[in-house]
Structure formats: structure tokens, C-alpha cells
């Protein structure tokens, strides 16, 4: 992760003309996401609470719905209460979202599986080729393959000169 940001930074640097915004919308993902697809999940640890609908994964988290894969060191899972299936996970600690060739980092990701709206904050950084954006918060729209940058969203735009 540290590699992906330090790289990410001297791509921006790299590069001429800043600019500073306070929200964009961006493409995200190759293609739109099936949000009803199933969730894989793997963790060095799981703990279960019955009684809350809760499930707690720790170590090395990684999570695969369809070509979406999200990476964290714990990951919080509320189930619904009146039917079967997941409502929402919530990723803490080191979180990288990959969708196609786009990645995203940050230190939080909250993703309403009903919505398909994955919300991202922390010193969030979007790499997009040879585009990096960084910014506050990041709303994700799964179904529509866009985000939605918002908070001193900063990247650098290469004008085409030398």
C-alpha cells in the first residue's frame, strides 16, 4: 500500500498544472458492478456474534464480489434481520478497492450492499492509469460505475506540453 501511494505521489509530481477542487465525479471500475453477486470471503480470523447478526473478519481480509476486490485488516459484516443476506460491511485499517483497472486506498470503506454504494474516507487516493486523484471522501455508485470525489479533491493535469 505504501509502495501503490508513493508511487501514485510521484506520478502526480511528475506531471504539470495542479489542480485543486472540492468535487469531482469520476468513472470507477471497468464495467458496472452486480451488486447481488455473491461475496467471498477470506481472513486469518472470524469471529461470529448470533445474537447481533454481526461477523467480525481480522488478518489480511479480502473480499471478491464479482470483479471487485476489496483488501483490509478487518471487516465488519451486519447481516439483515428479516431476510437472508449481508446489509452492509463496514472495512477498516490499510482498505484498497479494486475494480477493474482502477484502485483505491483509504483507511475506511463503508459498502451498502442494497445501494451498491461504497463510501470511502481517510486520505483517500484513486489510481486510474496514469491519473492519480486524492481526496477526502470518495462516494463509490456500483451500479453506476461513477465516484464522486468530495473534499480537497486534488490531482494534477498533464497539459500536453514538455
Known amino acids: 500500500m505504501i509502495f501503490l501511494r508513493t508511487l501514485?505521489?510521484?506520478a502526480l509530481?511528475?506531471?504539470s498544472s495542479p489542480a485543486i477542487a472540492q468535487g469531482t465525479q469520476v468513472a470507477f471500475g471497468a464495467i458496472k458492478q452486480d451488486t447481488s453477486a455473491p461475496v467471498e470471503v477470506t481472513a486469518d480470523e472470524l469471529n461470529v456474534d448470533q445474537t447481533t447478526g454481526k461477523a467480525v473478519f481480522t488478518g489480511n481480509v479480502v473480499i471478491a464480489q464479482g470483479v471487485m476486490r476489496l483488501s483490509a485488516a478487518r471487516v465488519l459484516v451486519i447481516y439483515r434481520e428479516e431476510?437472508?443476506?449481508i446489509q452492509r460491511m463496514?472495512?477498516?485499517g490499510g482498505v484498497t478497492l479494486v475494480s477493474g483497472p482502477d484502485v483505491a486506498e483509504g483507511q475506511r470503506a463503508d459498502y451498502d450492499i442494497d445501494s451498491g454504494v461504497i463510501v470511502m474516507t481517510g486520505d483517500v487516493l484513486l489510481v486510474q492509469g496514469p491519473s492519480a486523484l486524492?481526496?477526502?471522501r470518495?462516494?463509490?455508485d456500483l451500479?453506476?460505475?461513477t465516484a464522486r470525489m468530495q473534499g480537497r479533491v486534488k490531482t494534477i493535469l498533464e497539459t500536453?506540453?514538455?
Open 8 to 10: 501514485a505521489l510521484l
Open 83 to 85: 431476510t437472508a443476506g
Open 160 to 162: 500536453g506540453g514538455n
Open 13 to 15: 509530481l511528475g506531471l
Open 134 to 136: 486524492s481526496a477526502d
Open 138 to 140: 470518495m462516494n463509490i
Open 90 to 92: 463496514e472495512a477498516t
Open 143 to 145: 451500479n453506476g460505475g
